[in-house]
């Protein structure tokens, strides 16, 4: 079955970086698009960007530019989001998402990884 | 980027009541409109993408409607797995951008 397996929660200072894992197994890594999104708690969803798993390009939102890099290892079925100068409104829920070529839109999610910045 | 805005934002409703919550996007989106629902504590699930059609599983008292710009979630009668926050997302252009939610709370 499809899975997307994140990596556990994390505590930053401000100015620091997170970098979260996303592993996925159950279906072929190179031919889905996996996006990243964050929740902030009790707030919506808010769309931070997509890798390609098959040619490692890569999609951000303007708001994130500088700040996000997403990586994949197709060794390993992997992809990675690294946010940088953490500051304490990226608090949040961060999830991976895969997007279906059928429907465009998620169908299967991550469990969510839980990043706090905090001083 | 396209602006997505749901109303209400919140919403007291019964089991057995039929519910609509209402998405407006900003400029035309075509029919690139989905709903998910979301539960404390969890990732959100996909009900509906494409305007209507319904992904694989989910009860049929779960419905969409609109075309262009206004887009509406119906469900026929609540059930209380239903309670719950629904949002709804435009995937026309990126960056995908969602409403705010809608919280359906038990009345």
């Known amino acids: 079955q499809v899975q997307l397996v994140q990596s556990g929660a994390e505590v930053k200072r401000p100015g620091a970086s997170a970098k979260i894992s996303c592993k996925a197994s159950?279906?072929?890594?190179?031919?889905?698009?996996i996006q990243w999104l964050r929740q902030a708690p009790g707030q919506g969803l808010e769309w931070m960007g997509m890798?390609?798993?098959?040619?490692?390009?890569?999609s951000y939102a303007q708001k994130m530019q500088g700040r996000v890099t997403m990586t994949r290892d197709t060794s390993t079925s992997t992809v990675y989001m690294d946010l940088t100068s953490l500051r304490s409104e990226d608090t949040a829920v961060y999830y991976c998402?895969?997007?279906?070529?059928?429907?465009?839109?998620?169908?299967?999610w991550g469990q969510g990884t839980l990043v706090t910045v905090s001083s | 980027d396209i602006q997505m805005t749901q109303s209400p934002s919140t919403l007291s409703a019964s089991v057995g009541d039929r519910v609509t919550i209402t998405c407006r996007a900003s400029?035309?989106?075509?029919?690139?409109l989905a709903w998910y629902q979301q539960k404390p504590g969890e990732a959100p699930k996909l009900l509906i993408y494409?305007?209507?059609t319904l992904e694989t599983g989910v009860p049929s008292r779960f419905s969409g409607s609109g075309p262009g710009t206004e887009f509406t979630l119906t469900i026929s009668s609540l059930q209380p797995d239903d309670f719950a926050t629904y949002y709804c997302?435009?995937?026309?252009?990126?960056?995908?951008?969602f409403g705010q939610g809608t919280k359906v709370e038990i009345k």
């Open positions: 400029q035309s989106i075509s029919t690139y």
């Open positions: 890798i390609n798993p098959n040619s490692g390009g890569t």
């Open positions: 998402a895969r997007r279906s070529p059928v429907s465009l839109v998620v169908d299967y």
């Open positions: 997302q435009q995937y026309n252009v990126y960056p995908w951008t």
């Open positions: 159950g279906y072929t890594f190179s031919s889905y698009f």
């Open positions: 494409q305007v209507s």
